[in-house]
């Protein structure tokens, strides 16, 4: 798996991945972290604190010394490209609203039926 890979999935699954100097620390809800997983990153220690300390960029997976645009630094200690940003919010507003939307709900004939028939609900309560 691609570093950036591995921590776009530990993020998904709520675990979070700090660079403290050469070490790596996360803080993991119960159960979430399996012996695959730990052995990942251990496996990636070295791509993973270069994404973590901001050194390369956490949308395209290059250096930030690379490209000459200015670099943007996250809250996690990660940093984007400038021209990466865009790309980056946008993947992360649609994994947002992905995460909004319940599979339960959208499987749930109810909603169907009321999607369906909004047109006719608004006019009814417009009158
Ligand atoms: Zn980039």
Not at 26 to 41: H, M, N, Y
Not at 68 to 96: M, Q, W
Request: hydrophobic share 40%; glycine share 8%.
């Amino acid at each position: 798996m691609a570093p950036l890979d591995l921590l776009r999935r530990l993020t998904a699954n709520g675990i979070e991945l700090r660079a403290r100097g050469a070490e790596l620390s996360f803080k993991a809800p119960a159960g979430a972290l399996d012996a695959v997983t730990v052995e990942s990153i251990r496996q990636l220690k070295p791509d993973l604190l270069r994404l973590l300390d901001g050194s390369t960029c956490r949308w395209c997976g290059l250096p930030m010394a690379r490209r000459g645009t200015p670099a943007v630094s996250l809250a996690d200690g990660t940093s984007l490209h400038g021209e990466c940003r865009t790309d980056f919010d946008i993947d992360r507003i649609e994994r947002a609203a992905k995460r909004g939307l319940s599979s339960t709900l959208t499987a749930d004939p109810a909603e169907v039926v009321v999607r369906g028939e909004l047109d006719a609900i608004e006019r009814e309560f417009s009158r």
